[in-house]
């Protein structure tokens, strides 16, 4: 398992920027539903989000994982995560 996505205290891993209305809509979703989350912004991580990105395949943030199981899940994006946690 990559270092970025080792335990994590919260049930969401969010990968973001600062200025990200995307992004937003996912924390305020994840805040909606009562679920905690992890966020790590991509401007001040230097390569990780190079790493990140060539890992998921997924080219646009925020980038989300379900960290709840034994095994985190990537969900994709802002759109991805709305429809995840209907």
């Not at 805040?31 to 790493?51: Q, S």
């Not at 989300?64 to 994006?77: A, K, L, S, Y």
Request: aromatic share 12%.
């Amino acid at each position: 398992m990559h270092h970025w996505l080792e335990s994590s205290e919260t049930d969401f891993l969010l990968f973001t920027q600062t200025v990200c209305p995307y992004c937003t809509r996912a924390k305020n979703a994840l805040a909606a539903k009562g679920l905690t989350y992890t966020e790590v912004n991509f401007d001040h991580e230097g390569e990780l989000r190079w790493e990140v990105m060539r890992e998921t395949g997924h080219r646009t943030v925020p980038i989300c994982f379900d960290m709840r199981g034994e095994v985190p899940v990537f969900v994709g994006g802002s759109d991805h995560l709305l429809i995840y946690l209907d």
